[in-house]
């Protein structure tokens, strides 16, 4: 079945970094740019990045901008988030996303998330 | 920058009507997007390009549109709907994309 896992979260001192990685299985993954968005504890959704089908063009949410790096690995069907620079309000849940590929920017399958926790 | 804006909580009883609002300047020239999020659990997809629903969402959700607020309407609540729900859509230039700051159904 369509699936994507998310890996790679754990706690980080403030300023150090951290990779997450998502794994993306049941479909077929170079045909689908994909997101990562994340949910501080109690709050609501924001959106951090996108990166196209074929890794030709990258996005970022101003709050991560020069700071966070996307990639993508189509040979593994994996997308990465490189987080650099984390500060206190970088911690949250981070969500890997598949773009619905409808113009719009619409996310139609979502993994579990995996928790990033930057501490001082 | 732009927003989009959502009541923070609506409160139903089952079996009536709740109608979840989003505004936003864009939203007449972009579509929108409705999640619906448990607690402990990632977003679902229930509405996508304003009023389609994806395969395996029951027709009780909808959306629409008025200007520049879209609205998701779930018809005959039930207990199993009680969850956080977020708008989302995208800028006009450029693939920048925006949340709601979510709205809290209780039933």
């Known amino acids: 079945q369509v699936q994507l896992v998310e890996s790679g979260g754990g706690v980080v001192q403030t300023g150090r970094s951290l990779r997450l990685s998502c794994a993306a299985s049941?479909?077929?993954?170079?045909?689908?740019?994909m997101h990562w968005v994340r949910q501080a504890p109690g709050k609501g959704l924001e959106w951090v990045t996108i990166?196209?089908?074929?890794?030709?063009?990258?996005f970022y949410g101003d709050s991560v901008k020069g700071r966070f790096t996307i990639s993508r690995d189509s040979s593994k069907s994996m997308v990465y988030l490189q987080m650099n620079s984390l500060r206190a309000e970088d911690t949250a849940v981070y969500y890997c996303?598949?773009?619905?590929?409808?113009?719009?920017?619409?996310?139609?399958?979502w993994g579990q998330g995996t928790t990033v926790i930057v501490a001082s | 920058s732009y927003e989009l804006t959502q009541p923070p909580s609506v409160s139903v009883s089952p079996g009536q009507t709740a109608r979840i609002t989003c505004s936003g300047d864009?939203?007449?020239?972009?579509?929108a997007y409705w999640y619906q999020q448990k607690p402990g659990q990632a977003p679902v997809l229930v509405i996508f390009?304003?009023?389609e629903r994806p395969s395996g969402i029951p027709d009780r959700f909808s959306g629409s549109i008025s200007g520049t607020t879209v609205t998701l309407t779930i018809s005959g609540v039930q207990a199993e709907d009680e969850a956080d729900y977020y708008c989302?859509?995208?800028?006009?230039?450029?693939?920048?994309?925006?949340f709601g700051g979510g709205t809290k159904l209780t039933v």
């Open positions: 049941g479909f077929s993954f170079n045909n689908f740019a």
């Open positions: 864009t939203l007449p020239k972009q579509h």
């Open positions: 996303a598949r773009d619905r590929h409808d113009g719009y920017f619409g996310m139609d399958v």
């Open positions: 990166i196209w089908w074929d890794g030709s063009y990258k």
């Open positions: 989302q859509s995208s800028g006009t230039s450029g693939p920048y994309v925006l």
């Open positions: 390009k304003g009023n």
